[in-house]
């Protein structure tokens, strides 16, 4: 019985097969799936059809990609090395069929999924926004590995096609048309008779262009390599994500050799897959889609929102929701305040969607609105004023009569608690608090704050709207700092101690990095704005031990606040830091990686004590999406964990006879440290 690919034979003989997997919202490459593949295409082999056609039976899908959840579940490279070859031979398969074969793609066609296109003669993609072609093989610590090396350089040539695997990065239909990855690329309800009139011509393939070719050739291939590695160490760090640099010298070794190309796959991947690094990041992604699915208790649609206060945050959350779809109306005190807001948007809109006419739809769909009007229409209402107690709880009780009454009403607050927001509000058990981050276009995290009050379906509903966004959905417990800037904070706070003393912030930033964070607290604390650095640290002050550093206040009040305004701990120029070079030797940049990273995980610690979360994963998966924290560590507590916890705990014992109570381990750890 065929469960996951159905087959039909039309009346000009052409063979449609039909990729739906039961009860799942996306098809992927499961092991069971790929065997039924496998005799589907011997069955249509054997009736000789004068073409097949592939494609999906889910709506905003083609094939999402290979079973991730199987990668975490295997033991050995040997393993891994077995369902590789096993799938090289499915694909050959298909390569192989004597007839036209066309891959029919509508929506997402990612890792395994492209991979199995490619090894179409022909690929047709929509023109609709949820059609995405890519690689995403490189953040999960691997590159493609069922063909998708030696196949992409056949079609596209090999630095187009490098680039396309070592950016791990999507493209639209229109896109990938361009670089020749698709034949066509179409509306939607012209796909099907695409597909006929491919089969019926049978037109050969054109090889990619020269100059596409002539870095591939044995002379060459060294320099471009190099030249490969050099783009690659821009981003990241080889002793960090080892995967780009392995498909580089996977491609400097064999390509020009098909068999080498595959027996290369079949080695090099397993190696990777079963990597700590692989398995980190595979670790993340699941955790990922443990937060998306989280939302799914709820059918809340939201059609308009109202966002209140037109700051560069409030601005942003506007501009993002309306890049998702949403009718959203910006209110802020005058229109000087709202027409920065709305130019911003523009940018976001031109770099994102790249077409005047949608350019201009978004632009239709962010209404300013200094008068409020579009409060009392609005499905969600977002309260993105600045950090102060009074002028929120001022504005909630202004609100809350005009409002509609099952509207969902969110504060943006970043640190203070719901309990004292909802005071002035006739239905305190309303207000559920949404927390962005910044910048809005980049962090996929949004913190979901929820005090025992808060009923579970309104909980549910904001979860909801959060997953529309395109945002991963954290539920946080209300408390001071929530969950992110409480771990985050001391981090910093330690980063402004030693600058204190006198350490150079080139040093400070640098010792993050080779830890493995995405940027330097130093920077981090200046592109967040020094103000807000310092409002969080006050409102924490009385939780976290240690002063707020003087060096801090006295910038601020000297109104140094960073990026925004051109000075704080660096001199900005053009949006970027004037940095000296680092000079320190790794001994002392590791004195300095151990303290701020240490008061990071102590304190993650005791949020996992105190509740603040529901468990240790939802922990990790705050803190790597909300902060960056190292992803190819998998989170804060499960380093702890994969080093050992009874070496962070004596770290921490001895940084605190060395520096004092900051570092005194929390009571947390008696849960995490090996029993005698």
């Given at each position: 019985?065929?469960?996951?690919?159905?087959?039909q034979?039309?009346?000009?003989?052409?063979?449609?097969?039909?990729?739906?997997?039961?009860?799942?919202?996306?098809?992927?490459?499961?092991?069971?799936?790929?065997?039924?593949?496998?005799?589907?295409?011997?069955?249509?082999?054997?009736?000789?059809?004068?073409?097949?056609?592939?494609?999906?039976?889910?709506?905003?899908?083609?094939?999402?990609?290979?079973?991730?959840?199987?990668?975490?579940?295997?033991?050995?490279?040997?393993?891994?090395?077995?369902?590789?070859?096993?799938?090289?031979?499915?694909?050959?398969?298909?390569?192989?069929?004597?007839?036209?074969?066309?891959?029919?793609?509508?929506?997402?066609?990612?890792?395994?999924?492209?991979?199995?296109?490619?090894?179409?003669?022909?690929?047709?993609?929509?023109?609709?926004?949820?059609?995405?072609?890519?690689?995403?093989?490189?953040?999960?610590?691997?590159?493609?590995?069922?063909?998708?090396?030696?196949?992409?350089?056949?079609?596209?040539?090999?630095?187009?096609?490098?680039?396309?695997?070592?950016?791990?990065?999507?493209?639209?239909?229109?896109?990938?048309?361009?670089?020749?990855?698709?034949?066509?690329?179409?509306?939607?309800?012209?796909?099907?008779?695409?597909?006929?009139q491919?089969?019926?011509?049978?037109?050969?393939?054109?090889?990619?262009?020269?100059?596409?070719?002539?870095?591939g050739?044995?002379?060459?291939?060294?320099?471009?390599?190099?030249?490969?590695?050099?783009?690659?160490?821009?981003?990241?760090?080889?002793?960090?994500?080892?995967?780009?640099?392995?498909?580089?010298?996977?491609?400097?070794?064999?390509?020009?050799?098909?068999?080498?190309?595959?027996?290369?796959?079949?080695?090099?991947?397993?190696?990777?897959?079963?990597?700590?690094?692989?398995?980190?990041?595979?670790?993340?992604f699941?955790?990922?889609?443990?937060?998306?699915?989280?939302?799914?208790?709820?059918?809340?649609?939201?059609?308009?929102?109202?966002?209140?206060?037109?700051?560069?945050?409030?601005?942003?959350?506007?501009?993002?929701?309306?890049?998702?779809?949403?009718?959203?109306?910006?209110?802020?005190?005058?229109p000087?305040?709202?027409?920065?807001?709305?130019?911003?948007?523009?940018?976001?809109?031109?770099?994102?969607?790249?077409?005047?006419?949608?350019?201009q739809?978004?632009?239709?769909?962010?209404?300013?609105?200094?008068?409020?009007?579009?409060?009392?229409?609005?499905?969600?209402?977002?309260?993105?004023?600045?950090?102060?107690?009074?002028?929120?709880?001022?504005?909630?009780?202004?609100?809350?009569p005009?409002?509609?009454?099952?509207?969902?009403?969110?504060?943006?607050?970043?640190?203070?608690?719901l309990?004292?927001?909802?005071?002035?509000?006739?239905?305190?058990?309303?207000?559920?608090g949404?927390?962005?981050?910044?910048?809005?276009?980049?962090?996929?995290?949004?913190?979901?704050?929820?005090?025992?009050?808060?009923?579970?379906?309104?909980?549910?509903?904001?979860?909801?709207?959060?997953?529309?966004?395109?945002?991963?959905?954290l539920?946080?417990?209300?408390?001071?700092?929530?969950?992110?800037?409480?771990?985050l904070?001391?981090?910093?706070?330690?980063?402004?101690?030693?600058?204190?003393?006198?350490?150079?912030?080139?040093?400070?930033d640098?010792?993050?990095?080779?830890?493995?964070?995405?940027?330097?607290?130093?920077?981090?604390?200046?592109?967040?704005?020094?103000?807000?650095?310092?409002?969080?640290?006050?409102?924490?002050?009385?939780?976290?031990?240690?002063?707020?550093?003087?060096?801090?206040?006295?910038?601020?009040?000297?109104?140094?606040?960073?990026?925004?305004?051109?000075?704080?701990?660096?001199?900005?120029?053009?949006?970027?830091?004037?940095?000296?070079?680092?000079?320190?030797?790794?001994?002392?940049?590791?004195?300095?990686?151990?303290?701020?990273?240490?008061?990071l995980?102590?304190e993650?610690?005791?949020?996992?004590?105190?509740?603040?979360?529901?468990?240790?994963?939802?922990?990790?998966?705050?803190i790597?999406?909300?902060?960056?924290?190292?992803?190819?560590?998998?989170?804060?507590?499960?380093?702890?964990?994969?080093?050992d916890?009874?070496?962070?705990?004596?770290?921490?014992?001895?940084l605190?006879y060395?520096?004092?109570e900051?570092?005194?381990?929390?009571?947390?750890?008696?849960?995490?440290?090996?029993?005698?």
């Open positions: 019985m065929n469960k996951h690919f159905h087959l034979q039309d009346k000009q003989g052409l063979a449609w097969l039909t990729f739906d997997s039961p009860d799942k919202a996306a098809n992927v490459l499961t092991e069971e799936a790929l065997e039924e593949f496998d005799t589907q295409l011997v069955a249509i082999a054997q009736t000789h059809p004068k073409g097949l056609v592939i494609q999906s039976g889910k709506e905003k899908g083609f094939i999402a990609g290979a079973d991730v959840k199987a990668f975490s579940r295997i033991d050995s490279p040997g393993q891994a090395e077995q369902l590789i070859l096993r799938v090289h031979d499915i694909f050959r398969r298909l390569e192989a069929l004597s007839f036209p074969t066309v891959a029919l793609i509508h929506g997402f066609c990612l890792g395994g999924g492209l991979e199995l296109a490619l090894a179409c003669r022909y690929r047709i993609a929509s023109t609709d926004p949820v059609t995405r072609l890519g690689f995403p093989e490189v953040r999960l610590g691997i590159f493609p590995g069922f063909g998708g090396s030696l196949r992409s350089i056949r079609l596209l040539g090999h630095m187009p096609a490098m680039e396309l695997m070592l950016s791990g990065r999507n493209l639209v239909a229109k896109q990938a048309q361009r670089i020749g990855l698709v034949d066509h690329a179409l509306p939607r309800r012209q796909l099907k008779n695409a597909a006929r491919l089969i019926h011509e049978a037109a050969p393939r054109k090889p990619p262009r020269l100059w596409h070719r002539l870095p050739s044995a002379p060459l291939r060294p320099l471009a390599a190099a030249l490969l590695r050099r783009q690659v160490r821009k981003q990241v760090r080889e002793e960090h994500y080892p995967a780009p640099y392995t498909l580089i010298d996977h491609w400097r070794r064999n390509a020009g050799n098909a068999a080498g190309m595959y027996a290369s796959e079949a080695r090099r991947v397993p190696e990777l897959l079963t990597g700590s690094t692989a398995q980190n990041l595979i670790r993340l699941l955790l990922q889609d443990r937060l998306k699915s989280q939302a799914m208790d709820s059918d809340f649609h939201a059609s308009h929102v109202h966002v209140i206060g037109g700051g560069v945050m409030g601005g942003d959350i506007a501009a993002w929701c309306v890049l998702r779809g949403l009718r959203v109306s910006l209110q802020d005190r005058g000087e305040q709202l027409g920065r807001a709305i130019k911003r948007a523009h940018v976001l809109f031109q770099r994102k969607l790249r077409d005047r006419y949608r350019i739809d978004a632009m239709d769909r962010l209404m300013p609105d200094h008068q409020g009007k579009g409060l009392n229409k609005a499905d969600v209402v977002i309260e993105a004023i600045f950090e102060d107690l009074d002028a929120k709880q001022s504005l909630f009780a202004d609100i809350e005009r409002m509609k009454p099952d509207a969902i009403l969110a504060s943006n607050t970043s640190s203070i608690p309990q004292q927001l909802a005071g002035v509000l006739a239905n305190p058990r309303r207000l559920v949404l927390h962005f981050f910044n910048p809005v276009a980049k962090m996929p995290l949004v913190e979901i704050v929820t005090t025992e009050d808060t009923p579970d379906e309104l909980a549910a509903s904001a979860g909801s709207f959060i997953r529309q966004i395109g945002k991963l959905p539920p946080v417990r209300s408390h001071p700092g929530f969950l992110v800037n409480r771990v904070m001391p981090y910093l706070m330690e980063a402004v101690i030693l600058l204190n003393e006198g350490v150079p912030g080139v040093d400070i640098r010792a993050a990095r080779d830890f493995g964070m995405p940027m330097g607290p130093v920077e981090l604390a200046d592109t967040v704005g020094l103000d807000i650095c310092l409002s969080v640290a006050e409102k924490l002050s009385g939780l976290l031990p240690g002063k707020v550093p003087e060096n801090l206040r006295r910038l601020v009040e000297q109104k140094k606040l960073g990026r925004k305004s051109g000075q704080g701990f660096y001199a900005w120029h053009d949006n970027k830091p004037r940095k000296d070079k680092s000079v320190a030797d790794r001994e002392t940049l590791e004195q300095y990686k151990d303290r701020m990273i240490m008061r995980i102590n993650s610690v005791a949020c996992l004590r105190e509740g603040i979360v529901a468990d240790a994963d939802s922990l990790d998966a705050g790597v999406f909300g902060t960056g924290f190292a992803p190819f560590r998998g989170g804060p507590l499960h380093h702890v964990q994969e080093e916890p009874d070496k962070f705990f004596s770290k921490l014992q001895k605190e060395t520096y004092g900051r570092f005194a381990p929390d009571a947390g750890w008696d849960k995490l440290l090996t029993k005698p």
